[in-house]
């Protein structure tokens, strides 16, 4: 499976932003995919996720209400729409996807669960 982030850029506080991740390969495969982000001198954290087949949605409370991850499997894309940018939120942004059935419960928000990485996509908020 790869993948390919886009959609980044420059934003002002409040500002909005929709990032795309184009999946190709076997992504019929994958039963999960997310996205996280790296700010700079820090570890990756979770930012959403969502079931490839329920359409279940997780996300971190950091951005709870701003952010919205939508896939649309026909299109074999992932997107997080991003309302409401904050300085905090400049990062660089990765999507990822397992091929995993089963996992414990904090393994979802966890980078190691998944074995497919984008290859990010910097967004900088500015105050």
Known sequence: VQLQASGGG????GDSLRLSCAASG??????VVAWFRQAPGKDREFVAAISRITGIIYDADSVKGRFTISR???KNTLYLQMNSLKPEDTAVYYCAATARTSWSG???YSAG????????TLVTVSS
Do not use: F, K, P
């Not at 420059?10 to 506080?13: G, I, L, V």
């Not at 669960?113 to 990010?120: H, M, N, T």
């Open 26 to 31: 076997r992504t019929s495969s994958t039963t």
């Open 10 to 13: 420059s934003a002002q506080t």
């Open 106 to 108: 904090i393994e979802l």
């Open 72 to 74: 649309d499997n026909a």
């Open 113 to 120: 669960l998944y074995a497919y990485w984008g290859q990010g």
